[in-house]
Each structure stands twice: as C-alpha cells, then as structure tokens.
C-alpha cells in the first residue's frame, strides 16, 4: 500500500496533480482544500495517500494531511459515498468543516456538496458522528481561525485556491464571495471558474 508520496511536483491541474517519485511522474487525484496547499511548479511536495484498487484501474488519492485522509477514509465507509464524492466533500469543506457539521446535524450545509443529497447528508450525519470522534477530527476553534469578515464555506475554499494561483488576499477573498453570491447553489469547481472569469475581465 502507498501511504505517501514525496517529489518534485510537475503538473497541478484543478483536481489531481503529477509528482516525479524516484524518476517515475505519479498522477493523484486531490482535493481543492489539499491544491490551495501545494508549493510552484518545480518544488518538492510531500502528500498522504490512498490507494484505491478496482478490477480495471489503480487510482491514487492525495492529500495535504493525515486529517483530511482520514475525513476521506471515514467518507468512503458511508452507504453509498464512492471516492469521487468523498473529494467533491473534501473540496468544498475540510476536514474540521465536515466534523463540524456532522455533529450539529447541519443537513442543510451537507446539501450544498455537489453530489449530496437529502439522503446521503442524513447518513453522513448518522454514520460519521461517532466515528469522527473517535479519530479525533474537528477538535481545533473553529472560530479562532477566522478574521471578521473572512469568507467561510466555499467561499474559503474558492478565496484559497485564488490565492495560491498569485492572486492577492483580498482580491481573491472579494472575487470568491461575489461568485457565491451569484450562485450559491453551485459546486466549489463551477464558483472557482466564475471568480477566475470575473478576475480577467
């Protein structure tokens, strides 16, 4: 099993990216919360990992730490929630966001993941809480983390990912909540190339 990956980052696409491990490019698929962590092109990068193995392909899944690894282990052992849909969670809430609305049943949040639905937030509420306790997620203040008036939600997510593409704090912070206020139902992929678009006009 390949638990971890450390070399030279090659590519970075919006949801996977290539490390050069000993001569070899491994391609994994990431999270947008693990892409607005990564270093420039050229620069070492270190990821956890996940193997996923399946009669007709290997994929593997990175992540920026063991937390946000483990938030898409405890994913995958939820009814129905595939690797595909445990990244689209872990895409648009970390790991602390997701223990977080776990265990104030907040099925409304949950709802706003592309690809969730009614019946898969209530089973993430139902099956998760216990198991995110007992792996220690979601222990850190949320709320000290935030400066008043910092984006929240997808808008974080969204203001991260500008951010780490060169764009300023603040423009980054202003373009992502104008994309969620232009369309608050969609998926953190379609508001990061709403803010992108806006920022080139």
Do not use: W
């Given at each position: 099993m390949i638990t971890r990956v450390r070399g030279a980052l090659l590519e970075r696409e919006l949801d996977r990216v290539t490390v050069e491990v000993g001569g070899v490019g491994?391609?994994?698929?990431?999270?947008?919360?693990?892409?607005?962590?990564?270093?420039?092109?050229?620069?070492?990068?270190?990821?956890?990992?996940?193997?996923?193995?399946?009669?007709?392909?290997?994929?593997?899944?990175?992540?920026?730490?063991?937390?946000?690894?483990?938030?898409?282990?405890?994913?995958?052992?939820v009814q129905q929630v595939g690797p595909k849909l445990a990244m689209s969670i872990l895409s648009t809430i970390d790991a602390d966001g997701l223990a977080t609305a776990v265990r104030a049943g907040d099925i409304g949040r949950l709802r706003k993941i592309p690809g969730v639905g009614q019946k898969t937030a209530e089973r993430l509420v139902l099956e998760l809480k216990d198991k995110l306790d007992k792996a220690g997620i979601g222990g850190k203040a949320v709320a000290a983390s935030a400066k008043p008036g910092a984006p929240t939600g997808p808008a974080a997510t969204?203001?991260?990912?500008?951010?780490?593409?060169?764009?300023?704090?603040?423009?980054?912070?202003?373009?992502?909540?104008?994309?969620?206020?232009?369309?608050?139902?969609?998926?953190?992929?379609?508001?990061?190339?709403?803010?992108?678009?806006?920022?080139?006009?």
């Amino acid at each position: 099993m390949i638990t971890r990956v450390r070399g030279a980052l090659l590519e970075r696409e919006l949801d996977r990216v290539t490390v050069e491990v000993g001569g070899v490019g491994l391609e994994l698929a990431i999270s947008l919360q693990t892409r607005s962590h990564l270093p420039e092109i050229g620069r070492e990068v270190s990821l956890y990992t996940y193997l996923a193995v399946r009669e007709d392909a290997l994929s593997l899944y990175g992540f920026r730490s063991p937390e946000e690894r483990q938030a898409f282990l405890l994913c995958l052992s939820v009814q129905q929630v595939g690797p595909k849909l445990a990244m689209s969670i872990l895409s648009t809430i970390d790991a602390d966001g997701l223990a977080t609305a776990v265990r104030a049943g907040d099925i409304g949040r949950l709802r706003k993941i592309p690809g969730v639905g009614q019946k898969t937030a209530e089973r993430l509420v139902l099956e998760l809480k216990d198991k995110l306790d007992k792996a220690g997620i979601g222990g850190k203040a949320v709320a000290a983390s935030a400066k008043p008036g910092a984006p929240t939600g997808p808008a974080a997510t969204v203001a991260a990912a500008l951010t780490n593409l060169g764009y300023k704090p603040a423009e980054a912070e202003r373009a992502a909540k104008d994309a969620v206020a232009a369309a608050p139902n969609e998926g953190v992929e379609s508001l990061l190339t709403r803010a992108l678009r806006a920022l080139a006009e």
